[in-house]
């Protein structure tokens, strides 16, 4: 990569961030305490704070990555061996993988046509030919940060007596993504739309499932490490209940996190400048189709498609040419039913969801991170026209 490269994505990180992590190293304190849960309660009140106003009880969990909290949010809501649970193919291992860290199997369901979000009809479809006492729980994934059609999501869901735990690890901030479902998680990954190099965020409105998910988090012990050294009386006494994980979150990195959940708007902001840049400079061309976009989209990805009818190179051979140019660019999703794991042990077909390969055969992501110039953002913008002119149909 020469030093004039756009990189695919880069995070936003300032002196603050800096300064914060200076000073969890010098307090003596380094994993997860103080910081921790203020990043916690931080992130509770932002969400209940306008423009998302979550109403009732909030209960935020920080946890090392959006898979550990993917993995304890199925296992508070009772998933084990033998049962399943929905996703769709167009989505990131972690999703699924979960659902065997518990034995169980997830079950793939197709997108809407023309989308990257699970589709409701299929959905509901698909939960009909399962046993029904076997179907656990649905994980929607909000693509890109763009909000899946959760009433529909929900009703199905209700209906038929499934757990939602929304894969909301692209959507932050958003009003419509992460807090309507019994539980929803968010990544801080390097790539992320806030990050802590590796970092999540559980939220969920239940005392009980806020509990569990509590004790399963640190080793199955009942309590947290802050508050045993906190409580004088007691410092050295835990009872461990169940066999748990070590998924807890770190203070270094909660403190960064506090830093970029106060930046969370703005960083949104500069995303939306960005897509704004990329849609009208896009939106006349017949060989590019534009992302799906609405209401609360936290604009992690710009999901561009080719339209393979008016152009004579393959959306591989586009992103070769992009690298070419300097331009880092990423593709989301390879769907999972294409992957030899869940291929093989699931006997999957590419038809068996045509329109999840429809949306992700065709899709280049472009960088669309905080920080980036207009002057990159232009070189993007013709880098792409120029291909895709030299190589119409
Ligand atoms: C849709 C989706 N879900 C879950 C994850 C897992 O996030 P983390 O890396 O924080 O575990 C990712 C990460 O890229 C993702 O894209």
Redesign the pocket.
Known sequence: MSHDDIPFARPFIGTEEEDAVIRVLRSGWLTTGVEAMNFEQEFAAFLKSPPILSTGDIHCLAVN???SG?HLALEACGVGPGDTVLVPSC??T??AEVARYLGADPVFVDVSPGSFHIDPAALEQTIKRLPPEKAKAVIP?HYGGLSCDMEAIMGIARRYGLKVIE?A??AFPSALAGTVGDAGVF???ATKTITTG?G?MIVCHDETMSRRISVMRSHGIDRAVWNRYSDARASWYYEVVEAGYKYNLPDVLAAIGRVQLARAWDLLRMREEIAAAYDSAFSGSEYLLLPPTGPGDARHLYPLRLNPQRLRISRDEFIQKLKEAGIGVSVHFIPLHTMPFYKNRYHLTEEDFPETIQSCRQEISLPIWPGMSAAQVNRVIEAVLSISGNFAA
Request: no cysteine; aromatic share 18%.
């Open positions: 990555s959006a898979t993917l989505t990131f972690a999703t994934v894969d690890a692209h990544s801080f990954y590796e999540g």
